[in-house]
């Protein structure tokens, strides 16, 4: 099977399918990514472990952080506790919501999530003449980098560094 082929059918797959996690399985979310294909994640517990991504997503799906995974537990593992058995996409999320199935815990960090991507600022119809510059500088028409921490530094910081 070619590159593109395995592609198409491991996306149809996350895209396409409805998954309910069995009895050994759990939703986690992603904390941050070390490298090797590993993953740190949380339980809804607050318990925090490394999960590994099976060689079928490695190069054809990406996880960043913020993004909830359903995963098997591995009983040998000792830093790394499970692998990867589904990446769930926000209609997936809606759709446990709506079952019950998705752990309290988890809840308005989901809709935190799906509410920063739906809002995020759009760019201006017509770019405005360099003339027309205010005197106060706004930001809010930037994109978003939702991958970043947001960092929100306060005036009253900035004037204080500006004085001194």
């Excluded at 537990?73 to 990867?84: D, L, Q, R, S, Y």
């Excluded at 079952?99 to 920063?116: C, D, M, T």
């Amino acid at each position: 099977m070619s590159q593109a082929t395995k592609r198409k059918h491991v996306v149809k797959e996350v895209l396409g399918e409805h998954m309910v996690p069995s009895d050994q399985q759990q939703i986690v979310r992603v904390l941050r990514t070390p490298g090797n294909n590993l993953h740190e994640v949380e339980t809804a517990q607050g318990q925090r472990f490394l999960v590994s991504m099976p060689s079928k997503y490695r190069k054809n799906i990406w996880i960043k952080r913020g993004d909830f995974l359903i995963v098997d537990p591995i009983e040998e593992g000792e830093k790394v506790k499970a692998e990867i058995s589904f990446v769930l996409c926000k209609d997936h999320v809606r759709s446990l919501q709506k079952e019950g199935l998705w752990p309290e815990a988890f809840s308005e960090v989901a809709e935190k999530h799906n509410r920063n991507r739906q809002t995020q600022p759009e760019l201006p119809a017509e770019p405005q003449s360099s003339g027309e510059e205010s005197a106060s500088e706004d930001d809010s028409d930037l994109f978003v980098n939702t991958n970043r921490r947001q960092y929100h530094e306060s005036e009253e910081e900035s004037e204080e560094e500006e004085v001194a």
